[in-house]
């Protein structure tokens, strides 16, 4: 196994301890919580980073990196949904869990047609990723409607502007490839 897949194998293992600490009676829990998804998207930038730098890149690393991914944004996503109970965050939340069944079903079909290189990863995608991850962070640890998370609502309102837009932009490459079956 290499170090790469390790760490996304670790990021998947992550999200029930994450889940677990978050719901845990105790005051500390939501920052602890907040640490525990910290160190799990840390290790997101750190696996690709290593299996570049080492040369360790695999079909089975491609294949799972995102879906750990996915897993962990989904999962915290939903813990936040329930916990603020709010349109406030549960329509963002929508936005960006539906994307990212769109654009992973897109990414299958594109590859079994042979253009996945058209749908591959984006700056967009990677900024997206990048303020995706701050405002989970910020709405994990912060008290609901506290200043701070109600930064972490903007942010994750801008996560959700760029999920639709770099979503557009996947689309618009897949198009000429998806109107030929319409």
Do not use: C
Not at 56 to 78: E, I, R
Not at 79 to 106: D, M, N
């Amino acid at each position: 196994m290499k170090i790469p897949n390790l760490l996304t194998l670790v990021r998947i293992i992550l999200i029930p301890v994450f889940i677990l600490v978050y719901y845990m009676p105790y005051a500390w829990a939501p920052w602890a919580a907040s640490a525990i998804f910290g160190l799990a998207a840390i290790t997101d930038w750190f696996d690709g980073y290593l299996a570049r730098k080492l040369d360790q890149s695999s079909p089975f690393g491609a294949f799972l990196d995102p879906v750990a991914d996915k897993l962990m944004v989904a999962a915290a996503l939903v813990v936040l949904v329930e916990s603020f109970a709010s349109p406030w965050v549960t329509v963002p939340a929508v936005i960006i869990i539906g994307r990212e069944i769109v654009i992973s079903a897109l990414r299958e079909w594109m590859a079994e047609v042979g253009q996945r290189a058209s749908v591959a990863v984006s700056m967009i995608g990677k900024i997206k990723t990048t303020l995706q991850m701050a405002s989970i962070l910020m709405l994990l640890a912060f008290p609901i409607y506290s200043t701070l998370s109600w930064a972490g609502i903007a942010a994750l309102y801008g996560a959700a502007a760029l999920t639709l837009w770099s979503m557009f932009i996947y689309l618009r490459a897949a198009w000429p490839h998806l109107s030929e079956d319409i």
